[in-house]
């Protein structure tokens, strides 16, 4: 990880094998929302839509969705489940009405943040569910012993009408442990139930932890190998916190004096790459991103690679090496919801399955859920992935004037003497 410090706040961003996979910032510019909780005010109750515009205090209201304000399911059974399904959103708000929000999904373009009523409260091995009845265990979690000693352990620890979903980095943890950081959040908790009744509305109840606080929380795992950063202070914060965490990386933090470390590790210049929508791999194929409002599309092509032997070898090892800078692409432009990509056609069988599982295990190290379904009658490969913030072209881009942002230019607006 390398931290580069602002005027205006941070800027993080993360290597593996000397290639950038993610980037992060905290600062004026982008006003991180996901994680917020709110005290909001419904603005407009859509039947046809079956959702609800709420104020939260921002220029654009945001959207609850009819399954974001009823109850959790998670604990439900089949009859409960029916019964909600069946239920309109004019039963469940009323124009006026005030809730109790969290902001799941920052606002794109021209739309508002996306909010639910089941607030979540997320630790660094527990995540707290305060208005529901349940006990989960991280799905990366695969080893049954340790899944069932940590079910045991969540089911025992986990306060009366609260829920607790057990994260992957709890894996070798003790009850103890467990218990303490369950306490924590139950007091935030707390506090928010005392904070809610006298904060205005529209108004900010609680606000999600800081970038540092958010490293250490959720992306410093036992993965992490060293940090670099330019300033004293942030480092002493590192430091301290992964040591009473016991974590190895925190005996490798460095500062960093030199300037601009993300121009000294060359990271603005693989950002601005990033941007574009074509992205080169090593042997000489490209790939073609374009996002879209319904869905992203990637498009695979051997390019300069003419391989060596034969034409299902020269394609096999171009969608391979695709894979791996598809799922990096992915993380880095941070990309999410419905994922359309184009592999060049394969002529077997077993081709297709091992570009299919080669993609699953490239998605495997990305921290937000990636779920690849598999081909189409067409041949296309579909998957999903978690959206989670702005993507990097919504942060470090905006719409060109001239062309409106589609990136080319109306030849006859042009004025002729430019």
Not at 46 to 59: K, N, Q, S
Not at 73 to 90: C, G, H, P
Not at 143 to 162: D, S, V, Y
Not at 348 to 373: G, R, S
Request: with cysteine.
């Amino acid at each position: 990880m390398i931290l580069q410090g602002r005027s205006r706040g941070l800027r993080v961003a993360v290597r593996e094998d000397g290639e950038l996979v993610e980037v992060f910032e905290q600062e004026g510019s982008y006003s991180r929302l996901a994680g917020n909780i709110y005290r909001g005010r419904v603005e407009n109750v859509l039947p046809g839509m079956e959702a609800a515009f709420v104020d939260i205090g921002h220029t654009k209201n945001a959207f609850l969705y009819v399954r974001d304000a009823i109850p959790s399911l998670l604990s439900a059974d089949e009859e409960t489940r029916a019964v909600f399904e069946q239920i309109n959103i004019q039963q469940i708000l009323k124009p006026r009405q005030e809730l109790l929000v969290q902001v799941i999904k920052e606002p794109v373009g021209c739309k508002g943040a996306r909010i639910t009523t089941n607030i979540s409260l997320p630790g660094r091995y527990i995540v707290l569910l305060p208005q529901v009845s349940y006990v989960g265990v991280s799905r990366k979690i695969q080893t049954n012993g340790e899944r069932e000693r940590l079910k045991k352990i969540g089911t025992t620890a986990c306060p009366a009408g609260m829920g607790i979903i057990v994260r992957t980095l709890a894996q070798g943890l003790s009850e103890q442990e467990i218990r303490r950081e369950i306490d924590q959040l139950v007091n935030i908790w707390l506090d928010i139930k005392k904070r809610f009744p006298k904060t205005s509305v529209p108004g900010l109840v609680h606000q999600d932890a800081d970038l540092v606080s958010r490293l250490i929380r959720d992306f410093i795992d036992d993965d992490v190998e060293k940090i670099t950063l330019d300033q004293e202070g942030v480092a002493r914060i590192l430091r301290n916190s992964l040591q009473a965490l016991n974590h190895p990386a925190g005996k490798h933090v460095y500062v960093d004096n030199r300037g601009d470390l993300f121009a000294e590790f060359g990271l603005d210049e693989k950002i601005k790459k990033s941007l574009l929508p074509k992205v080169w791999l090593e042997n000489g194929g490209y790939l073609i991103i374009n996002q879209t409002e319904a869905l992203i599309a990637i498009d695979v092509n051997t390019g300069k690679y003419v391989g060596r032997h034969s034409l299902e070898e020269t394609v096999l090892d171009t969608n391979l090496q695709a894979v791996k800078a598809i799922a990096r692409q992915l993380r880095l432009r941070n990309l999410g919801g419905i994922i359309i990509i184009d592999f060049i056609d394969m002529v077997t069988d077993e081709d297709k399955q091992q570009v299919l599982k080669a993609l699953e295990q490239a998605c495997a190290f990305d921290k937000m859920k990636c779920n690849v379904i598999g081909l189409t009658q067409l041949g296309l490969v579909e998957m999903t992935r978690k959206k989670a913030g702005q993507t990097l072209a919504a942060r470090y881009t905006k719409p060109c004037p001239a062309c409106s942002g589609s990136g080319r230019i109306n030849l006859t607006n042009l004025n002729r003497e430019c």
